[in-house]
């Protein structure tokens, strides 16, 4: 069964690559979405997948990529969008 999360990832999250990155790791674990910088220098996530990939997901999401420095990730079910692939969004 397909999941919805809404995902904010706050710290210094922001040009150290973590849009690429989450990109790579959907693309990987099928799930699809988007992810975008936002302007309060968080990042954003909307994901969706079945639940295991969702897990994995979310669990490479407190990680991040190699530069990143993650105070905190929080996450909440959403309604489905039934999203075709993953994408990286430009903000503004």
């Given at each position: 069964m397909t999941?919805?999360?809404d995902i904010t990832i706050k710290g210094h999250v922001q040009?150290?690559?973590y849009r690429?990155?989450?990109?790579?790791?959907?693309?990987?674990?099928?799930v699809k979405g988007?992810?975008?910088n936002e302007s309060g220098g968080d990042v954003f996530?909307?994901?969706?997948g079945d639940k295991?990939?969702?897990?994995m997901f979310l669990?490479?999401?407190?990680e991040g990529p190699e530069y990143g420095e993650i105070t905190s990730v929080e996450s909440h079910e959403g309604e489905l969008k039934n999203y075709i692939n993953f994408v990286v969004k430009r903000k503004g």
């Open positions: 999941k919805h999360l040009g150290v690559g690429a990155a989450s990109k790579a790791v959907a693309d990987q674990l099928g988007f992810v975008q996530i909307a994901a969706e295991v990939s969702l897990e669990d490479w999401c407190h």
